[in-house]
Structure formats: structure tokens, C-alpha cells
């Protein structure tokens, strides 16, 4: 019997490396008790989405992808389908998404964040993937490794930050704002 091909191979990305990221991934969870993870990915407006798994998906999620519909990357500001994917010729070909087909999500193991407002959940960063296992071209962290790659083969690198100054939430036992400090 033939061993089904992972969808990790399938795109390229299956290496010791990433099966290690993978394996420390999965202790973290369990040893920082998480239950919740935020698949998460950035769309062309810079809002960050989300799609939710619980913490015993998670294995299948790091080989398999998750499936999503592929409208979700082509919305306005609004939340609105800016393309009409069900016309015909309604997405130019190269982006592949006529149809409102599915792409997949793929965990980056090395990018978990947990987040201390919501305890037991987590932002887990991905990339957006066909089911052929090509790159979606507008996902924007594969948009951002081609540039820093053409950077890279000119002798470049690349440097951006952001910088929060500070956060304010209502504390509501007590009724009143509170500065809240970051943390690394």
C-alpha cells in the first residue's frame, strides 16, 4: 500500500527542519495548555482574518492544511467579494480563484503566539496554498518572501518594525481604564 502524500509535499515544504518546528509546536500547545488555535493571515487590506481549530487538530492542520473558501482572500474593506467569482472571466486566470473554490491554510510552526487577553488561544501565522500545491500569488506573506528574495540577489536585506506605543482597555472590575504595558 502506497503512503498518501502529505499536502506539505506536495508545496514543497516538508523538511526535518519543519517536522522539529513541528514537533516543539505541538509540546508547546499542550505544555502551555492552549486549546484554541487563530490560524491567521493577512489580506491584501492588511486586516488580519482568522479561521479557528482546537488544539487536537492541530497535528493534522501542520501536514494537511485547512481548507477555506478562497473568497475570504479577495474581500474589500467592507467585507464584501470584490471579484465577481462566479462570472465568467470574473478573476483574471493567473490568480486561480474563479469559482469560489478552496485554497488551504498552512500553519507556520515556528510562528505561535499566545495571547495573554484570551487564555488557552493562540495566533498561529499561515500561508495561503492551492490544492495543486502552488503559492496563492496575492498571499501576502508569499507576496513579501519574493521581494525579500529579488532583495536578497541584489545584496539587500530588509528591515520593518512596528511600534505600539501603548494599549488602553477597560477594566471592568473596577470600572475604570488601565494602561496596559507590552510584553515580548
Given at each position: 500500500m502506497t503512503?498518501?502524500?502529505?499536502?506539505?509535499?506536495?508545496?514543497?515544504?516538508?523538511?526535518?527542519?519543519?517536522?522539529?518546528?513541528?514537533?516543539?509546536?505541538l509540546?508547546?500547545?499542550?505544555?502551555?495548555?492552549?486549546?484554541t488555535?487563530?490560524?491567521?493571515?493577512?489580506?491584501?487590506?492588511?486586516?488580519?482574518?482568522?479561521k479557528h481549530?482546537?488544539?487536537?487538530?492541530?497535528?493534522?492542520?501542520?501536514?494537511?492544511?485547512?481548507?477555506?473558501?478562497?473568497t475570504?482572500l479577495?474581500?474589500?474593506?467592507?467585507?464584501?467579494?470584490a471579484?465577481?467569482?462566479?462570472?465568467?472571466?470574473?478573476?483574471?486566470?493567473?490568480?486561480?480563484?474563479?469559482g469560489?473554490?478552496?485554497?488551504?491554510?498552512?500553519?507556520?510552526?515556528?510562528?505561535?503566539?499566545?495571547?495573554?487577553?484570551?487564555?488557552?488561544?493562540?495566533?498561529?501565522?499561515?500561508?495561503?496554498?492551492?490544492?495543486?500545491?502552488?503559492?496563492?500569488?496575492?498571499?501576502t506573506?508569499?507576496?513579501?518572501?519574493?521581494?525579500?528574495?529579488?532583495?536578497?540577489?541584489?545584496?539587500?536585506?530588509?528591515?520593518?518594525?512596528?511600534?505600539?506605543?501603548y494599549?488602553?482597555?477597560m477594566?471592568?472590575?473596577?470600572?475604570?481604564?488601565?494602561?496596559?504595558?507590552?510584553?515580548?
Amino acid at each position: 500500500m502506497t503512503r498518501q502524500r502529505l499536502f506539505v509535499e506536495r508545496c514543497g515544504l516538508a523538511s526535518a527542519t519543519r517536522a522539529d518546528a513541528q514537533a516543539q509546536l505541538l509540546q508547546r500547545v499542550k505544555a502551555d495548555k492552549l486549546h484554541t488555535l487563530r490560524l491567521c493571515w493577512c489580506d491584501l487590506h492588511g486586516q488580519l482574518r482568522s479561521k479557528h481549530v482546537q488544539a487536537d487538530a492541530l497535528a493534522h492542520a501542520l501536514q494537511h492544511g485547512v481548507s477555506m473558501v478562497n473568497t475570504l482572500l479577495l474581500k474589500d474593506l467592507s467585507d464584501r467579494t470584490a471579484w465577481p467569482v462566479f462570472e465568467a472571466n470574473g478573476t483574471p486566470d493567473w490568480l486561480g480563484l474563479s469559482g469560489g473554490g478552496n485554497v488551504r491554510l498552512i500553519p507556520d510552526p515556528e510562528r505561535l503566539h499566545p495571547l495573554p487577553w484570551a487564555p488557552g488561544h493562540a495566533w498561529l501565522w499561515c500561508q495561503t496554498w492551492h490544492d495543486n500545491g502552488q503559492p496563492v500569488a496575492l498571499d501576502t506573506r508569499t507576496v513579501l518572501q519574493h521581494q525579500v528574495q529579488a532583495l536578497h540577489a541584489m545584496g539587500l536585506n530588509l528591515r520593518v518594525g512596528l511600534e505600539v506605543e501603548y494599549l488602553i482597555q477597560m477594566d471592568h472590575r473596577l470600572r475604570r481604564l488601565r494602561e496596559v504595558v507590552p510584553r515580548d
